[in-house]
């Protein structure tokens, strides 16, 4: 019988190929094989990353999964950039709507302003905050 080996630091690597062979599943099962990452990065003079926007299309769904930016360059705008810079390429690639999650503790009231509505809230993740799911439909 395998071993399980639990790892509290993978390598990304390893973490690339089981999002690679749960994308080939995913693609095999349903047909639909455009997926396509969908990362919008800042970076200061220096060349480092202080804020940036990293999800996915596939089919006619965009899924963000991250958006972060630096502390000392929140409340700027950048984060409204980010993420209309991501809703319009989204559009181009012909997505109908953009997912993503969002603790309550992080910003789903900035979402809210964009136009995103909470789907469900999970609470108690993690205790005692939630995670809200959204969505924004994009319309033609």
């Known amino acids: 019988?395998?071993?399980?080996?639990?790892?509290?630091?993978?390598?990304?690597?390893d973490v690339q190929f089981l999002d690679d062979r749960l994308y080939?599943?995913?693609?095999?099962?349903?047909?639909?094989?455009?997926?396509?990452?969908?990362?919008?990065?800042?970076?200061d003079d220096g060349g480092s990353i202080v804020a940036g926007l990293h999800g996915s299309t596939w089919g006619d769904c965009c899924e963000i999964k991250l958006l972060w930016i630096h502390a000392a360059r929140r409340r700027r705008g950048l984060g409204s950039r980010l993420l209309a810079a991501a809703e319009a390429e989204a559009r181009r690639r012909g997505a109908r709507q953009i997912v993503l999650s969002s603790h309550t503790f992080q910003a789903p009231t900035f979402y809210h302003r964009h136009g995103f509505e909470t789907l469900f809230v999970l609470d108690g993740y993690p205790s005692p905050h939630g995670q809200h799911w959204l969505r924004k439909r994009l319309l033609p």
């Open 1 to 13: 019988m395998e071993a399980l080996v639990v790892e509290t630091d993978p390598s990304p690597a």
């Open 24 to 43: 080939e599943f995913n693609a095999e099962t349903t047909g639909i094989r455009d997926g396509t990452w969908l990362t919008i990065l800042v970076r």
